[in-house]
């Protein structure tokens, strides 16, 4: 088994990326055994396609080392760098280029998303973000890969990309990536819309828990998070159009580990006067620890990116025979 993901250092974490992703990296590295290996990197390439200045770039990258490092992603166990660091994710890129269409590329929502009405005005490196993040991926021969329900389709593409080189060239050598999706906690949604997902990009504060929000802070955001007039219901299915009520009953029962059913039985017939300082009770309690580690290990930025070096010499060598097959299968003298 071979673990890989990659998340985007763009600002600050949010409990979506935690219960999203994170969490889910941490649960995977711990269940390794000794035959399997994790690969968790800062996709800092694919962050070029968001507009930040050189400072804040690097703030950024050594921030989300210290948020993953603080969430539990342990160094010695799994392989924890930045792209960037790794030129073998550009160079191989470049080669996929030549295999991806840009008809598969025209159907990616994401892109689609992202550009709304400005398809003319986006970056070149939008467009190709997917055949990068395939390069990520299949560098390593990354069996599975951890990743929110809006990656699914990248993880196509990479599956599409890896078929069509191992075609074109008669070689055997790309692995198939299986993504994993967790079913519950796949979506968080915005306190304040219940329809909205919780997103760092969300012009509203007061519609996210950040892991860098205080005790006093968490609790205010869910006490004032959107609700209905309604109690609990017995069982979940009393939950069905009532997206924020379900929100938060999702969180809750993420976080504790029983199930939305247990949680609506436990509190059945109470309001969410009863319900919020619960749940807010139970936040405090589990951030807290993260965020404690992740102050502490921001301040000390050589620690740091010694992580990140010596993370990026692991996944370097790691990386450098299937790229050197890559280029070998194309006839590219190297
Ligand atoms: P944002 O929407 O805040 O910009 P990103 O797109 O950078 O977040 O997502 C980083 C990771 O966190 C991805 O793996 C994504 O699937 C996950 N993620 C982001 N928001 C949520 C959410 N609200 N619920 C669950 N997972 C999320
Ligand atoms: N595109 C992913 C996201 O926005 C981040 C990412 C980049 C990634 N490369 C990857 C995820 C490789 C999994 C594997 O969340």
Sequence with gaps: MR???????????????????????????DEMDSESQCFFFLADMHSITVHEGREQRIRNVRDMAAALVAAG???????????ARVPAHAELCWLLNGTARIGWLNRMTQ?????GKDREGASIGLFVYPVLQAA????????????????????????DIATKFN??????????????????????MSLRDGTAKMSKSDPSDMSRINLTDDDDAIMQKVKKAKTDPEPLPETAEGL?????????????????GATPDAICADFAGKGFGAFKPALGELLVETLRPIRERFL???????ALDAILDKGAAKAA??????????????????
């Design 296 to 302: 502490q290990l921001r301040t000390d930025d050589a």
């Design 73 to 83: 992603i342990d160094p010695d166990r799994s392989v924890l760098f930045n792209q």
């Design 167 to 188: 075609t074109d060239f008669g070689v055997d050598l790309f692995t198939m990536p299986a993504p994993i999706i967790p079913k519950e906690s796949a979506r968080i």
């Design 3 to 29: 673990v890989l993901s990659g998340i985007q250092p763009t600002g600050n974490l949010h409990l979506g990326n935690y219960l999203g992703a994170i969490r889910n990296w941490v649960r995977m590295q």
């Design 317 to 334: 060598s790691a990386a450098e025979p299937t790229l050197r097959a890559a280029y070998d299968a194309m006839g590219l003298m190297r």
């Design 111 to 115: 892109f689609k998303d992202k550009v």
């Design 136 to 159: 990520d991926i299949l560098l390593y021969n990354a069996t599975h890969v951890p990743v929110g329900e809006d990656q699914k389709q990248h993880l196509e593409l990479a599956r």
């Design 240 to 256: 069905a159009g009532r997206a924020e009520a379900s929100n938060l009953v999702g969180i809750f029962a993420t976080l504790s």
